[in-house]
């Protein structure tokens, strides 16, 4: 299904579609969206109908006695416009979001999950070399509608914090920019599957 979507719109209907449970896996994550994640399925089913592809998250869980947690994070694939948007988050939140516009290779890795009180996770950079990963997943049409977007990275600096990424990035992207109205969903994924 994935190497058969051709446009950014077709990424974002199959996202959605994701999200949603109705496809096994996505091409940045093999299997379902995993548990931890359901309590933001409807944040992410906003974020994906309104412009954005979402490539990777988590919620946020608050650092326990053997030095386990998590930092809420959201990185994924957009307009200049939505990423603009979500940038000015910067200047009436205290989130860290990082903008890589196409072709280049930016950001800063910040650790993300620990466990023992080390980092195991980071996030925050992303370039052409990191696109390449998704190459097998992807038909080159869809890689070339990625290659062409912009990447965003946000991340709350709090660790356990639930939902304030969430509700400020929702709010931030909001219907402005929508690639794909929700009524349209099912008839073109039930195109995919015929190509």
């Known amino acids: 299904m994935w190497k058969n979507a051709r446009s950014f719109a077709d990424l ?24 931890e994640s359901l309590p933001l399925q409807s944040f992410l089913l906003s974020l994906n109908l309104a412009g954005f592809v979402s490539e990777c998250s988590q919620p946020g869980v608050a650092m326990d006695a053997k030095g386990c947690g998590q930092r809420a994070f959201l990185t994924g694939f957009t307009d200049e416009g939505t990423a603009r948007r979500l940038q000015a988050m910067t200047l009436y939140t205290d989130l860290m979001v990082f903008v890589v516009p196409p072709g280049t290779q930016a950001g800063n890795r910040v650790p993300v999950s620990v466990q023992d009180y080390g980092a195991s996770t980071w996030v925050g950079d992303f370039g052409p070399r990191d696109l390449a990963a998704f190459a097998d997943g992807l038909g080159g049409a869809a890689l070339q509608s990625l290659a062409d977007c912009w990447f965003v990275t946000v991340i709350d600096p709090h660790w356990g914090r639930e939902a304030y990424l969430w509700d400020n990035a929702v709010a931030a992207v909001g219907p402005v920019g929508s690639v794909v109205p929700p009524w349209h969903i099912r008839p073109s994924i039930q195109t995919l599957k015929a190509s």
């Open 12 to 35: 974002q209907l199959l996202s959605v579609a994701f999200i949603r449970g109705e496809r096994a896996e996505h091409f940045a994550h093999s299997g379902p969206l995993d548990a």
